[in-house]
Antibody
Framework: QVQLQQWGAGLLKPSETLSLTCAVYGGSFSGYYWSWIRQPPGKGLEWIGEINHSGSTNYNPSLKSRVTISVDTSKNQFSLKLSSVTAADTAVYYC?????????????????WGQGTLVTVSS | QSVLTQPPSVSGAPGQRVTISCTGSSSNIGAGYDVHWYQQLPGTAPKLLIYGNSNRPSGVPDRFSGSKSGTSASLAISGLQAEDEADYYCQSYDSSLSGRVVFGGGTKLTVL
């Protein structure tokens, strides 16, 4: 059974860089794309981007200029960096397993999800 | 403003059947892209409920069903139970803006 465990700094100041990491336990790491998704307090879900084991990425165009997703296959981990954060980036950030590598992006769904990390941006 | 439109709230009494709609456009659901549904209980991560429009993952009760037609999709919950009270989100793919995964704004289900 695949489990995702995530961690990272929970309080940032405006203009700092958000940094989160997600570790994957069980199952195939190389066979899937791995995503980050966020949810502002009381609001809906927003897909941030995805990566596979070879480092191929796809980002949400609305965040692309500030997002970097990277992978460490030796540890079955992937990470998110979001630069120049503002209060609008305050959200619970989730990591999640996405589509199998053999499927196209349009076939993506997410299962399972990490436990979520609340990141607050405040001066 | 979410790309996929859901009603903010729905409600039903125990045992009843409720449906939650998810309306898109020609660049997402109407383009033939699959719709997936998630259940989010208070304070927890979303959980996959339906994938590929109408398929249930192992462990999801058959009280939950999904369908898609044209530019819309629906989640139906029959035999409503108190533990079904949660937020529900639809998700698909949108081919505009170089392509991206998109979600609905979410629907709060209240069991009366």
């Amino acid at each position: 059974q695949v489990q995702l465990q995530q961690w990272g700094a929970g309080l940032l100041k405006p203009s700092e860089t958000l940094s989160l990491t997600c570790a994957v336990y069980g199952g195939s790491f190389s066979g899937y794309y791995w995503s980050w998704i966020r949810q502002p307090p009381g609001k809906g879900l927003e897909w941030i981007g995805e990566i596979n084991h070879s480092g191929s990425t796809n980002y949400n165009p609305s965040l692309k200029s500030r997002v970097t997703i990277s992978v460490d296959t030796s540890k079955n981990q992937f990470s998110l960096k979001l630069s120049s954060v503002t209060a609008a980036d305050t959200a619970v950030y989730y990591c999640a397993r996405g589509r199998p590598r053999i499927l196209t992006a349009r076939r993506t769904w997410f299962d399972p999800w990490g436990q979520g990390t609340l990141v607050t941006v405040s001066s | 403003q979410s790309v996929l439109t859901q009603p903010p709230s729905v409600s039903g009494a125990p045992g009843q059947r409720v449906t939650i709609s998810c309306t898109g456009s020609s660049s997402n659901i109407g383009a033939g892209y699959d719709v997936h549904w998630y259940q989010q209980l208070p304070g927890t991560a979303p959980k996959l409920l339906i994938y590929g429009n109408s398929n249930r993952p192992s462990g999801v009760p058959d009280r939950f069903s999904g369908s898609k037609s044209g530019t819309s999709a629906s989640l139906a919950i029959s035999g409503l139970q108190a533990e079904d009270e949660a937020d529900y989100y639809c998700q698909s793919y949108d081919s505009s803006l170089s392509g991206r995964v998109v979600f609905g704004g979410g629907t709060k289900l209240t069991v009366l």
